[in-house]
């Protein structure tokens, strides 16, 4: 009983930044709730606190689930994984009934802010839904990376299908949507119990497997390494065997995307309105947001350079910032490419590309930058920068791209706005990487406090 | 000319209101084995990461070659090996690769000591590093460090996964290497016999304080027990200066002393009326006694 409590508190305030995000969402959840009757926005208070409050521990937890899973000394605890799958599952229940009850909340404060017909059973099993795949995804991605891009490129591929099954409406009718999504939720938790439980060993996540590192696949042949230096350095600071094998991964999604695309397009009965609209939404965040994964691995596997490399710290940070921008451009601009194309071929109702590009843009900006700063571990100033970052690029992009919103000056404010914002970042990471600790900048690993067992 | 390789003068370091290191003043002159030793979290690897300029100093300054720590030109850097606690190697390539990269970030390399070394240690080069065992990476980590034949090499608990033997071969052979080009050593541990057995300098380092820093030797003639036996009951206090741990036991005690000189033995047992044994200890026993 004492490892399911246990985990469940985990889930929930696993890692500083997560607990931080959690005091801020309860404070705009508590806002939003308080001004109901006295301000407009205090709706778009109440739901941005209730994502921050729930979303980082879903993300996180996943990432946590597979850690704690991982030492092999579970195997010797007496039902370890029950307990563990247990907590797991109480915690997405009490993030599921928080989430409701404020549902609720909302419903006796503001009821013209409120759905018709909706029923707080429905909010419930929905959540729980939610929180389900978000959950099981994470713990997927944190040990298999492109499993992210398959994820979405599956549901992109598989929604209209299943829209189309003549079972599903039949069964729903008959059963109750609410009943029809407790039936998958479980089913899914069934089949993931089921492996869970009898699995020989759980993998740590990928970023904290040495044995594993960054590849799975070894260059074997002396002749792959190009030894000039600065190679040397590109692959300290990358972990990985030869820049090729970024520009190889670059391809492999591009390729995979655009096969997927392809069979949307071909098929045209399969699209529904909105296909070409998700499509870009997925590839402008991954844009907007990759950068980040990229700089702030950059960044703390610099440390490796001190020494050998003979440069100083200004030098370093414009080494790993030169770096991280032939990345991204490795990445960025294929998947650009795919946007056109996405945006000729598949349909959508946005109309203001220019914009669009330019905010992704400015957020990549942004969040290359936020991962360049981010060396001194999650002070008030990152956390900040990135919540404000993931909101406003999320909103900006997402507004336009489904609703179409006209956007007069702004479509030229925000992007200048972004960039400046990038600006101010740069000069914050430089300001940073002059005193730069790599003491505490170093490239991660899992702690023995993070290994230890909860049970 | 430069008297001191390494020098450090009131080095102080706190992270998040924890003091990790007070008050460190320390020298280090060329050709020397320095040892440090202290418990696990005494501080040990954060001192050689601020020598080495990883860290900033919360207060007090380090210099390397006269240079300061933090700031330190490729010349300097270009003289120093190091081996972190962690090895930091590039895992999805093979030894021979990583050993060409880091050549590569050299102007000066040796081939052949590198070659030798491998041999000498068995370490399989033709393999992916992330499938060498971890004995075999820390050897590797310590090539990569050897390989542009540095004047100071820190070396940050070298030896700690590897096993008695290979230890000890290892060791003696870092020792030769430095010994024929009058190198200078720094490295930590908490095994006490590899200490006993390479170094010439000891620093113990404990709670962030160096509470001992100059010649082994000194050191073991300095930290003495006494045996003590009268015919009536002794005092419980001896009024014995710079006692480290006493137990009195009727008219046996024992008392562990540090900076002894050997003098006062006579007043002492013409004190206690009593006969008094002096007993040197092993570097062991003293680091036990030093951090009871």
């Known amino acids: 009983m004492r490892g399911i409590l246990r985990t469940a508190l985990l889930l929930c305030s696993w890692v500083p930044l997560q607990r931080r995000l959690l005091a801020i969402g309860l404070v705009l959840t508590a806002v939003g709730h308080l001004g109901q009757s006295k301000f407009t926005l205090s709706t778009l208070a109440l739901i941005s606190g209730l994502a921050l409050a729930v979303l980082p521990s879903l993300i996180v937890g996943g990432t946590m689930f597979r850690i704690i899973s991982a030492p092999r000394t579970m195997h010797l605890a007496p039902h370890a994984r029950l307990q563990m799958l247990l907590g797991v ?26 759905p018709a017909g909706m029923r707080l059973s429905r909010i419930f099993a929905a959540t729980m839904a939610v929180e389900t795949v978000l959950l099981f995804g994470m713990f997927f991605i944190s040990r298999y990376a492109l499993a992210v891009w398959f994820f979405i490129l599956i549901a992109q591929i598989s929604a209209p299908l299943l829209a189309r099954l003549p079972i599903g409406p039949a069964v ?23 492996w869970y439980l009898r699995a020989r060993r759980i993998a740590p996540p990928m970023w904290a497997d040495a044995s594993a590192a960054s590849s799975r696949r070894p260059a074997t042949r002396e002749r792959s390494i190009h030894s000039s230096r600065k190679a040397a350095i590109a692959i300290h600071l990358l972990g990985l065997p030869s820049i090729g094998r970024l520009v190889w ?3 492999f999604v591009f390729v995979v995307s655009l096969i997927v695309m392809l069979t949307t397009i071909l ?37 490796l350079l001190w020494i050998r490399s003979g440069c100083t710290r200004k030098e370093l940070f414009q080494t790993c910032e030169r770096l991280i921008w032939s990345c991204f451009a490795t990445i960025g601009m294929p998947m650009l490419l795919l946007c056109l194309v996405a945006w000729v071929f598949l349909p959508h109702q946005a109309t203001d590309w220019p914009y669009l590009l330019a905010m992704t843009l400015a957020s990549a900006l942004c969040s290359l930058y936020l991962g360049l ?83 | 000319m430069i008297d001191s390789i390494v020098s450090a003068r009131q ?74 606690q962690q090895e930091e190697l590039v895992n999805p390539i093979t030894g021979t690769q990583l050993l060409l990269l880091t050549a590569s970030l050299h102007r000066h390399w040796n081939p052949s000591l590198t070659s030798t070394l491998s041999e000498a240690w068995e370490i399989p080069l033709t393999r992916p590093i992330q499938t060498l065992s971890a004995g075999e990476r820390q050897k590797l980590s310590t090539l990569l460090a050897l390989g542009h034949e540095p004047e100071l090499l820190v070396l940050d608990e070298p030896a700690a996964s590897l096993d008695p033997i ?7 052979q870092i020792l030769e290497i430095a010994a024929a080009q009058t190198r200078t050593v720094l490295f930590s541990t908490h095994i006490v016999s590899d200490l006993e057995r390479v170094a010439n300098q000891i620093w113990i380092i404990r709670h962030g304080t160096l509470v001992w820093q100059g010649d082994l030797d000194a050191l073991k ?48 047992e013409q004190r206690l009326n009593a006969n008094v044994e002096v007993e040197n200890l092993s570097l062991e026993d003293i680091f036990v006694e030093l951090h009871s």
């Open chain 2, 166 to 172: 290979a230890r000890r071969q290892f060791l003696q």
């Open chain 1, 249 to 251: 991964r670059g391809i």
């Open chain 1, 373 to 455: 700063m981010n060396v001194a571990g999650w002070r008030l100033l990152d956390v900040t920068a990135a919540v404000l970052i993931v909101l406003l690029g999320l909103g900006v992009i997402v507004g336009p791209l489904f609703a179409n919103a006209p956007l007069g000056s702004a479509s030229i404010v925000i992007p200048v706005m972004g960039s400046l914002g990038a600006l101010s970042l740069r000069a914050i990471a430089q300001q940073r990487w002059r005193r730069i600790d790599w003491l505490i900048c170093k490239p991660p690993r899992l702690s023995s406090q993070a290994l230890r067992p909860v049970i």
């Open chain 2, 221 to 268: 003639e300095s930290v003495v027990r006494l045996n003590i036996h009268a015919r009536q009951p002794l005092p419980a206090s001896l009024g014995v200066s710079n006692v480290l741990s006493c137990r009195v036991e009727g008219p046996h005690a024992t008392a562990v002393v540090s900076r002894w000189d050997g003098l006062p033995a006579r007043d002492l």
């Open chain 1, 172 to 194: 729903a009718s008959r059963l109750g949507v609410v009943n029809v999504i407790v039936l998958l939720t479980a089913g899914v938790w069934a089949v993931f119990a089921a």
């Open chain 2, 11 to 84: 080095l102080g370091k706190t992270i998040k209101d924890r003091t990790i290191l007070r008050d460190i003043s320390v020298d280090v002159t060329p050709g020397n084995v320095v040892g440090v030793i202290g418990k696990n979290g005494a501080g040990k690897t954060t001192l050689l990461e601020i020598l080495l300029g990883f860290s900033p100093p919360t207060s007090g300054n380090s210099a390397l070659f006269g240079h300061d720590s933090f700031t330190l030109p490729a010349s300097v850097k270009a003289k120093i090996g190091f081996v972190p």
């Open chain 1, 267 to 303: 098929r045209p009965g399969a699209m529904m309105p909105n296909t070409g609209a998700s499509f870009l939404f997925v590839a402008f965040c991954l844009i907007a947001f990759l950068p980040i994964v990229i700089a702030a691995g950059v960044a703390h596997r610099s440390r």
């Open chain 1, 89 to 114: 599952l109480l915690g997405l229940m009490i993030m599921a009934a928080f989430f409701t009850a404020n549902m609720e909340l909302l419903r006796l404060e503001n009821a013209a802010a409120w």
